[in-house]
T-cell receptor, first 115, second 109 residues
Framework: GAVVSQHPSWVICKSGTSVKIECRSL??????MFWYRQFPKQSLMLMAT?????????EQGVEKDKFLINHASLTLSTLTVTSAHPEDSSFYIC???????????FGPGTRLTVT | GQNIDQPTEMTATEGAIVQINCTYQ??????LFWYQQHAGEAPTFLSY??LDGLEEKGRFSSFLSRSKGYSYLLLKELQMKDSASYLC??????????WGAGTKLIIKP
């Protein structure tokens, strides 16, 4: 149980275009979803926390207009990277949590390459 | 501020034992997590400690001392597949995870 999927698993896009990444909790309802970014050889960096039906809370330094997060239902959150640039190339990982349950369940990640 | 410290890299021999240490400072505390992450993959959950003491789970054990703000992950009978990064994360009073930079563990034959 507690499976989280992400789609796509990898994507290559041209500079200036937008990319949408989906995160789904397959067998549970996630009250909270988290979006992380990880650059090579670095640890996870939390970008934002989203609760179903409310606006996402962004971490300091993360542009909310560039990284649009929508948590439309208890099983789906989306991250849209708008006007992507090469420096946005990274590994994006989502995780989901049930209420105040201690564990976060991670998706497999999406590798974004912007050319 | 909130901070997690763990060594950047460690090397160990196949079949041996290795201990990865982690110290933390958080605003409130709701537990300490260890995750394993292989290159190019998402983290996978290893352990969770919220009370002092040692939790054993097969070849992996995790220890917590809340008074010292200290935890360690102990890996026994090391296998080549254990080569990975090990991430320490503390949950603060807002139930947010504060992540360490990860310890890259290199296993040599």
């Amino acid at each position: 149980g507690a499976v989280v999927s992400q789609h796509p698993s990898w994507v290559i896009c041209k500079s200036g275009t937008s990319v949408k990444i989906e995160c789904r909790s397959l067998d549970f309802q996630a009250t909270t979803m988290f979006w992380y970014r990880q650059f090579p050889k670095q640890s996870l960096m939390l970008m934002a926390t989203s609760n179903e039906g409310s606006k996402a809370t962004y971490e300091q330094g993360v542009e909310k207009d560039k990284f649009l997060i929508n948590h439309a239902s208890l099983t789906l959150s989306t991250l849209t990277v708008t006007s992507a640039h090469p420096e946005d190339s990274s590994f994006y990982i989502c995780s989901a949590r049930i209420d105040r349950d201690y564990e976060q369940y991670f998706g497999p990640g999406t590798r974004l390459t912007v050319t | 501020g909130q901070n997690i410290d763990q060594p950047t890299e460690m090397t160990a021999t196949e079949g041996a034992i290795v201990q990865i240490n982690c110290t933390y400072q958080t605003s409130g505390f709701n537990g300490l997590f260890w995750y394993q992450q292989h290159a190019g993959e998402a983290p996978t959950f290893l352990s969770y400690n919220v009370l002092d003491g040692l939790e054993e789970k097969g070849r992996f054990s995790s220890f917590l001392s809340r008074s010292k703000g200290y935890s360690y992950l102990l890996l026994k009978e090391l296998q080549m597949k254990d080569s990975a990064s090990y991430l320490c994360a503390a949950m603060d009073s807002n139930y947010q995870l504060i992540w360490g930079a990860g310890t890259k563990l290199i296993i040599k034959p």
